[in-house]
């Protein structure tokens, strides 16, 4: 059993390039998110979906764009990276999507940094 | 503003002694969960706690929940090093929407 499935785990990018950091899931849960982690700041979320087709912002989305086309991939793009986006990005997922019950299972991480 | 304030920032201890970790809230929480992360890794869940005084145990791990949902405490009883890493703790004020404390960094001198 997979889990959570973050790639590339490293990427660094130049200032005003585009890339997509990909997460899957193979535990048939309808919520996803990503988070960002920045020293100090704890984590951060981005965007989260609570099904196939159902995307919302969440704390930061600014830069950010999501899909969720399929229940298993919740794809995060960066349409012109920003150095202010170097962070560790973290895809959760949880099969609950009601409040109080929502035990996230975490994917390893992806680490960009944009110069 | 941090919605959830983690305390303290960071912790070393000797291997053997007690420690807690504290969080809190200004508003009433639905679930409060509690997550370590290795260095360089990702989040692993330690436990979930949804009722007003609710204590649950893992190993050596405590954690409890005030009755008025707003305050959680992590004990850790006879530290190992292998408790070393970041605990954070997390919480749906509104639904779908997870919030995090800035984490606790844990370090234990064998």
């Known amino acids: 059993n997979a889990g959570v499935t973050q790639t590339p785990k490293f990427q660094v990018l130049k200032t005003g390039q585009s890339m997509t950091l990909q997460c899957a899931q193979d535990?048939?849960?309808?919520?996803m998110s990503w988070y960002r982690q920045d020293p100090g700041m704890g984590l951060r979320l981005i965007h989260y979906?609570?099904?196939?087709?159902?995307?919302d912002q969440g704390e930061v989305p600014n830069g950010y764009n999501v899909s969720r086309s399929t229940t298993e991939d919740f794809p995060l793009r960066l349409l012109s990276a920003a150095p202010s986006q170097t962070s560790v990005y973290f895809c959760?997922?949880?099969?609950?999507?009601?409040?109080?019950?929502?035990?996230?299972?975490f994917g390893a991480g992806s680490r960009l940094t944009v110069l | 503003s941090q919605e959830l304030e983690q305390s303290p920032q960071s912790l070393i201890v000797q291997e053997g002694k007690n420690l807690t970790i504290n969080c809190t809230s200004s508003k009433t929480l639905y679930g409060l969960y509690w997550y370590k992360q290795k260095y360089g890794e990702g989040l692993i869940f330690l436990m979930m706690l949804q009722k007003g005084g609710e204590e649950k145990s893992h190993e050596k791990i405590t954690a409890k929940l005030d009755e008025k949902k707003q305050q959680s405490s992590l004990h850790i009883t006879a530290s190992q090093p292998s408790h070393a890493g970041i605990y954070l703790c997390g919480a749906d004020i509104v639904a779908y929407k997870y919030i995090f404390g800035t984490g606790t960094r844990l370090k234990v001198l064998a």
């Open positions: 979906s609570v099904g196939a087709g159902i995307t």
């Open positions: 959760a997922s949880s099969i609950s999507t009601g409040a109080g019950a929502n035990v996230l299972t």
């Open positions: 535990m048939n849960h309808e919520y």
